[in-house]
């Protein structure tokens, strides 16, 4: 499966972005799917995560209230409301996909990786 991440881009603090992550090659309806960042000088980090049925979810402390995973099976495609963006959410943002149905935070877990997207939020 091919994952394209897009939707990043230059924000101020306390604005808002949707990233999207589309799907190519074969479904991902039974996959659970996630959000990583990495920062610059950081390791990278998990930030989100949804089962294949988008009924179950996990979030990273630090983005929870602020931020929404959530996929259309139909368009087969994964998504991130950001919302309250701060700047220590500056990073470039990759969308992933597991062989598995539960959500994970593991991201030895997950096996396909798309090529990221930067988010930059200026304070």
């Known amino acids: 499966v091919q994952l394209q991440a897009s939707g990043g881009g230059l924000v101020q603090a306390g604005g808002s972005l949707r990233l999207s992550c589309a799907a190519s090659g074969r479904t991902i309806s039974w996959s659970a799917m996630g959000w990583f960042r990495q920062a610059p000088g950081k390791e990278r980090e998990f930030v989100a995560a949804?089962?294949?049925?988008?009924?179950?979810?996990l979030y990273l402390d630090s983005v929870k209230g602020r931020f929404t995973i959530s996929r259309d099976n139909a368009k087969n495609t994964l998504y991130l409301q950001m919302n309250s963006l701060k700047s220590e959410d500056t990073a470039v943002y990759y969308c992933?996909?597991?062989?598995?149905?539960?959500?994970?935070?593991?991201?030895?877990?997950?096996?396909?990786w798309g090529q990221g997207t930067l988010v930059t939020v200026s304070s």
């Open positions: 992933a996909a597991s062989s598995v149905p539960h959500a994970l935070k593991n991201s030895g877990l997950y096996g396909y």
């Open positions: 949804i089962n294949w049925a988008g009924d179950r979810t």
